[in-house]
């Protein structure tokens, strides 16, 4: 919405956004200089948050697809171990991820509530057994 992108257009190859976490400053949209100064990370630290970011893609959309869902974009944190090391550092749920039905489009995440079109739930326990379907077949 925000470039006024159509939705269900795909961006090939994927788009990576900072964004600012800052409840108070509503998690503003930032760029590779903000987060240098503000979140006190390198050149070579956001070259690895984008690298970590593509494969965490990566997998999610080839977990996802085995469960007849299409991953549409989510966001991840990041944050460092005592040692300096980035890690991804928050859950990856259908509250971080916009999926939808692959066969179907049917919107499979946080926006059936959003949009108050759906039993968040029931859709949550959904995703859930695909997943659970898909894990038990390997």
């Known amino acids: 919405r925000r470039l006024a992108i159509q939705e269900k257009t795909v961006l090939q190859p994927p788009i990576i956004e900072l964004f600012y976490k800052n409840d108070d400053l509503d998690d503003p949209l930032i760029n ?4 240098k100064r503000l979140a006190n ?3 070579h630290d ?3 948050i984008k690298i970590l970011a593509l494969k965490i893609n990566e997998i999610l959309k ?3 697809k085995q469960t007849d869902l299409e991953l549409v974009d ?3 944190e990041f944050g460092r171990l005592n040692d300096g090391t980035i890690v991804l550092a928050d859950e990856i749920s259908p509250d971080t991820c ?3 039905d692959a066969t ?3 919107k499979m995440d946080k926006d059936v509530f959003r949009e108050d079109i759906g039993d968040l739930i029931a859709t949550y326990e959904t995703i ?6 898909s894990i038990c077949a390997k």
Do not use: I, N
Request: proline share 0%; aromatic share 10%; charged share 45%.
């Open 62 to 64: 080839r977990l996802f």
């Open 46 to 48: 956001l070259d690895k």
């Open 104 to 106: 179907t489009g049917e």
């Open 41 to 43: 990370v390198t050149e």
């Open 98 to 100: 916009r999926l939808w």
């Open 128 to 133: 859930l057994q695909r997943l659970e379907e």
């Open 74 to 76: 989510f966001k991840l």
């Open 32 to 35: 590779d200089d903000h987060a």
